[in-house]
């Protein structure tokens, strides 16, 4: 399966393109970032609002998206970065505020550091090796409820999105009566459209949970991450609420998406999936193998130039926005041999699926560790997973901020005992058993 369209080069080298979303195969990238990629690798790019006159640059290559990455030239604030598509509602004014106190992903350093290191001990490979048990139960959870289930289940529902949002609200500290609320108003978020109304309900409602655990955590603070916040008095209340709603906002969606997609992308890979089953210990390089491969992040990395830069034999001038197409770049052949290929066994290390540089993703040992357990523990469960509907009858994720499938159905043999196929697994973590919402 490969990016083969077309060059985009139809019109004059220095017209705008507007960003690919369109995708002939749902595991490849947008059509037409090969071209891109090939001829036009800074390419001026439509944008549809924000700050600057409607033209920014698309950058496809690995080398150049990681140098504007980890290069402080390139701004990260809110404010200075237009956008390529259009903005979720309607909006004559499209002015974008700076970061509120707390919301550090779009901030610069030195705040975003500061943030970055109230945070960091949570998600290190360390810190985060702590929550492989209660990983583990979480997962396993939910298998025997699938397991339970007699017809055909939409695996999206069923496990890869309740998985990471009680991962992601065990660790924060979230309890289980605000876990559904806080998921349902995330999801409203992660849609690339919204009214205005269903923007600010969503808004209230993530503020006004958060602001309740924040002051409970206060009063009483828990071996959570919300108890750390609570413990560190360099904080206020506001920036509590909004690193938590940063860390909830950013692990909901993107874990899930990576479960399903990726469990998509094995069943159709069948090669590899046999692989992964005959050599678990593939398993880690699986993973960075999905996630290079899939690049969820279809949207790219957004960044506004400070100054004039040089890059790719183009000069982009101080104010311009720069998109890092961060699928195309997992693509490079420049970088990765035979990049359009899902090869489990190949070294992809480098690839930029979790970004690159200071803002580099914070939950991506977390992310990877949910990966690691929930896959092989599916395909383990049940050997005989298969899609319950046609492949091209699958709806995919491209009207979302995080690309992958709406819907998973899926079905497998059912054993003719059902006490066997609804076995607990042999290898189950410690650790209490939580209420499920
Ligand atoms: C497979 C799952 C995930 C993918 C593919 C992913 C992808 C990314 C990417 C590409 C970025 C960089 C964006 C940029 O530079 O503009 C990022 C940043 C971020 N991610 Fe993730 N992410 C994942 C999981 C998570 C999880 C589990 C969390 C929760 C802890 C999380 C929280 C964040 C935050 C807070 C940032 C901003 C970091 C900063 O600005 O310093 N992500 N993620």
Redesign the pocket.
């Known amino acids: 399966m490969t990016d083969t369209a077309p060059p985009v080069t139809a019109t004059a080298a220095d017209e705008p393109v507007t960003l690919p979303v369109r995708r002939g195969c749902p595991f490849d990238p947008p059509d037409g970032y090969a071209a891109l990629r090939e001829h036009r690798p800074v390419a001026p790019l439509r944008l549809t609002v924000g700050p600057g006159d409607g033209v920014g640059w698309l950058v496809t290559r690995l080398a150049d998206a990681r140098r504007v990455?980890s290069d402080s030239r390139f701004s990260?604030r809110n404010e200075l970065i237009g956008l390529p598509i259009p903005p979720p509602f309607p909006i004559d004014d499209y002015t974008p505020p700076p970061a509120a106190p707390g919301a550090?992903?779009k901030m610069d350093r030195p705040e975003?550091t500061r943030y970055?290191r109230v945070l960091n001990r949570r998600?290190t490979v360390r810190g985060v090796a702590e929550l492989t048990p209660m990983i583990t139960r979480i997962t396993h959870e939910h298998l025997d409820r699938m397991a339970a289930a007699t017809g055909p289940v939409d695996l999206v529902t069923a496990f890869a999105e309740p998985v990471?949002v009680r991962v992601?609200c065990e660790l924060v500290g979230v309890p289980t009566p605000a876990q559904e609320t806080l998921a349902a108003q995330f999801a409203v978020l992660s849609r690339m459209s919204y009214t205005v109304e269903e923007l600010i309900a969503a808004c209230t409602v993530v503020d006004g949970v958060l602001r309740e655990l924040v002051a409970a955590a206060r009063v009483d603070p828990g071996a959570n991450l919300l108890g750390d916040l609570a413990r560190d008095d360099s904080l206020t209340d506001t920036e509590r609420v909004n690193l938590a709603w940063?860390?909830?906002?950013?692990?909901f969606d993107?874990?899930a998406?990576?479960i399903a997609l990726g469990t998509y992308a094995l069943l159709r890979h069948p090669d590899q999936l046999a692989l992964l089953r005959a050599r678990p210990e593939l398993v880690d390089s699986a993973v960075e193998e999905l996630?290079r491969h899939l690049?969820?992040?279809h949207l790219g990395?957004?960044?506004a130039a400070l100054e004039d830069v040089e890059l790719g034999g183009v000069r982009i001038r101080a104010g311009d926005t720069v998109v890092v197409a961060?699928p195309a770049a997992n693509r490079d052949p420049a970088h990765f041999t035979d990049p359009d290929r899902l090869d489990i066994t190949a070294d992809r290390r480098g690839h930029?699926?979790?970004?690159?540089?200071?803002?580099?993703?914070?939950?991506?040992n977390?992310?990877r560790a949910?990966?690691r357990v929930a896959c092989p523990a599916l395909f383990d469960r049940f050997p005989s997973l298969r899609l319950a509907r046609p492949a091209d009858e699958i709806p995919m994720r491209d009207d979302m901020l995080?690309y992958g499938v709406h819907e998973l159905p899926v079905t497998w043999d059912r054993p003719a005992d059902p006490t066997v196929g609804a076995a607990t697994p042999a290898v189950r973590a410690p650790g209490p058993s939580a209420d499920v919402p």
């Open positions: 990455l990260h550090f992903i975003h970055r998600f990471p992601m940063a860390l909830l906002g950013g692990g993107t874990t998406s990576m996630l690049t969820i992040s990395a957004s960044r961060l930029v699926a979790f970004g690159h540089g200071v803002h580099q993703c914070i939950g991506q977390l992310a949910v990966l995080h």
